[in-house]
């Protein structure tokens, strides 16, 4: 797993450019935005990747064949078969029940009381100021117009007043 971890970081390196810019410490750059400083003695790249996993990093790799060195020299030492081996080599014996097991003399974790809050329950979370608040937008500065085609540049406050005028004006005309 590890050796195809390290031949697709080769890969991926032969896209890279490298600076050196002391004994072990080397810049490298992947395509026009990405640039990491890679430092051999320490096993590390700003990327972090060769540090998580152990496996050297596509820009480790690139620093390693710029110094003309094997990069499966690089690879943590947990990968390798003898460490797995060494491992294996001791046998667990099961532990049958946890009757065996001694019991604690330490007082045991208790979790608090239950309280209930005063005062009405809450339904609707209260907001801070600073959150966006979604939903229904202030109507504040609009203006507020009715169905009524005819009476134009009223609000609905005005509406009924304004057909009611209009209803006496048009009803006194007829008659």
């Known amino acids: 797993m590890a050796l195809k971890v390290l031949q697709e970081n080769t890969a991926k390196s032969m896209k890279c450019v490298v600076h050196w810019n002391a004994q072990y410490g080397y810049e490298v750059k992947e395509g026009h935005t990405s640039k990491h400083i890679v430092n051999l003695n320490m096993l590390t790249c700003t990327c972090r990747a060769w540090m998580l996993k152990g496996i050297p990093c596509a820009h480790a790799v690139a620093a390693i064949h710029f110094k003309k060195l094997e990069p499966v020299n690089y690879i943590a030492h947990w990968y390798r078969r003898e460490t797995y081996m ?11 029940n ?13 979790p608090p009381e239950v309280r209930v809050m005063t ?8 907001k801070e100021p600073i959150e966006n608040k979604i939903g229904k937008l202030s109507k504040r500065g609009t203006q507020m ?31």
């Not at 009715?146 to 009611?164: D, E, S, Y």
């Open 86 to 96: 060494k491992t294996c080599s001791h046998f667990l014996q099961p532990v049958q």
């Open 98 to 110: 946890m009757e065996i097991c001694p019991q604690s003399q330490n007082h045991s974790v208790i």
């Open 119 to 126: 005062g009405r329950l809450k339904k609707v979370r209260r």
């Open 145 to 175: 117009t009715c169905n009524n085609r005819h009476a134009k540049g009223h609000n609905k406050k005005g509406c009924h007043k304004a057909t009611q005028g209009t209803a006496r004006s048009t009803g006194g005309a007829k008659s």
